[in-house]
Nanobody, 125 residues
Framework: QVQLVESGGGLVQAGGSLSLSCAAS????????WGWFRQAPGKERELVAV????????YYGDSVKGRFTISRDNAKNTVYLQMNSLKPEDTAVYYC??????????????????WGQGTQVTVSS
């Protein structure tokens, strides 16, 4: 069984930066894609960024393009999300998710079968 543990959330002022990480433990898969999603109170879950198994393909939600960067370290079974120029509207619970067996950077949330517990990111104005 795979478990995902996120870290790095917190409170930051608008314009600041935060870095999230998510590490997988337990049984791992030979290949898997990673994704970051977020959900703000009263809103639907939103795709933030996804990354392929090789790391060579990424996709970003329109609201974070140019500000966020997703990366991965397969040797550490870890995915990262560097968030710069944060805005109050980035406030949400951020979830990492794993697409077991995935090679490409799928943007469909249903492909991500394993989810972390979520970490709160709050951006003050």
């Amino acid at each position: 069984q795979v478990q995902l543990v996120e870290s790095g959330g917190g409170l930051v002022q608008a314009g600041g930066s935060l870095s999230l990480s998510c590490a997988a433990s337990g049984r791992t898969f030979s290949t898997y894609a990673w994704g970051w999603f977020r959900q703000a109170p009263g809103k639907e879950r939103e795709l933030v960024a996804v990354i392929s198994w090789s790391g060579g393909s990424t996709y970003y939600g329109d609201s974070v393009k140019g500000r966020f960067t997703i990366s991965r370290d397969n040797a550490k079974n870890t995915v990262y999300l560097q968030m710069n120029s944060l805005k109050p509207e980035d406030t949400a619970v951020y979830y990492c998710a794993m697409h077991p067996g995935g090679l490409g950077a799928s943007i469909s949330p249903v492909m991500y079968k394993i989810w972390g517990q979520g970490t709160q990111v709050t951006v003050s104005s």
